[in-house]
């Protein structure tokens, strides 16, 4: 099992449309990706550690496909489209990691 990970930094002057993001571009998201897509979890900073700390990301968002190339095959089709819907809730740029899932307890 593969994860893609994409973090939106919390940078000054940083702009993220919660709202835009959850119902409009990760249903977006879930749709043209479908049944390759295992799992998609979203995560709002809250800190850094110390509790009055700056969170590092505004959002992380987590997806799980079986494999990477599963992924590949779910996304690339969509790319553009999914890609230059991020301008509509955000003005900074992701930073993608993908992952092979070691460990999964639920």
Known sequence: ??????FYPNKEGGR?????????HVPLSKKRHGPALKEFVVERGING???????PYIVIAHLL????????????PHAEELQGDIINYTNVEPVIQISEVLTLAK
Request: glycine share 2%; hydrophobic share 45%; aromatic share 20%.
């Open 65 to 76: 496909f079986d494999s990477a190339e599963a992924f590949y095959e779910a996304f690339m």
């Open 16 to 24: 993220f449309d919660l709202d835009y993001y959850l119902n409009t």
């Open 49 to 55: 550690g110390p509790p009055d700390s700056k969170a």
């Open 1 to 6: 099992m593969v994860k893609v990970s994409v």
